[in-house]
């Protein structure tokens, strides 16, 4: 029983949870958000996303960081959505996890 029970949990903790995806405006606010939450960010990301929305609209390109927010690691992805003159951002935001394979199992193991 205590193998079956180890297996679900590392089945479990294995699996990537579900990002929350956002669409910014060209200011950074929030016009569309995960219908299982609210149209707030997490008040940790605000200098960051400062910082990206206060470049010139044509050095907008692709952002991808390690961030903490509220003590967990999140990768935060920012990527413009549409054509050459966008003016709409999608915002990924998901729990960070480092994994790597065990030597000659085929499983995924999370790395302490």
Request: charged residues 30%; aromatic residues 8%.
């Amino acid at each position: 029983m205590h193998r079956i029970a180890e297996a679900i949990v590392a089945d479990v903790a294995l699996q990537r949870a579900v990002p929350r995806v956002f669409l910014l405006d060209d200011h950074g606010r929030p016009v569309a958000w995960p219908s299982s939450g609210d149209s707030r960010l997490p008040s940790g990301l605000a200098p960051l996303l400062d910082m990206y929305f206060a470049q010139e609209p044509a050095r907008r390109e692709r952002f991808c960081e390690l961030v903490d927010i509220d003590g967990a690691k999140m990768t935060i992805r920012i990527m413009p959505y549409g054509r050459r003159e966008v003016r709409l951002f999608a915002l990924v935001l998901e729990r960070f996890a480092l994994r790597s394979r065990q030597s000659g199992t085929r499983k995924l193991t999370p790395i302490p």
